[in-house]
């Protein structure tokens, strides 16, 4: 399982063009898209920091 993203929520985020969440991520596992982040299942390991640091709550396990 990877996290997943809410693009609808990360839409009215104003840290959208530059997620906070992209930098905590161990695993490098977060990209930066459009809007929001995009997650590499690949990499992610569902550790949860990434969630821990969405503004908005748009990041889940």
């Known amino acids: ?3 997943k993203v809410n693009t609808e929520i990360c839409k009215t985020c104003k ?3 530059k997620c906070p969440a992209i930098a905590v991520c161990p695993m490098v596992a977060l990209a930066q898209k459009t809007v929001g982040p995009e997650v590499d299942a690949q990499k992610c390991i569902d ?3 990434c969630t821990t ?3 908005n709550g748009a990041l889940t396990l």
Do not use: L, S
């Open 1 to 3: 399982m990877a996290v």
């Open 15 to 17: 840290d959208r063009e």
């Open 47 to 49: 550790c949860g920091m």
């Open 53 to 55: 640091v969405c503004p």
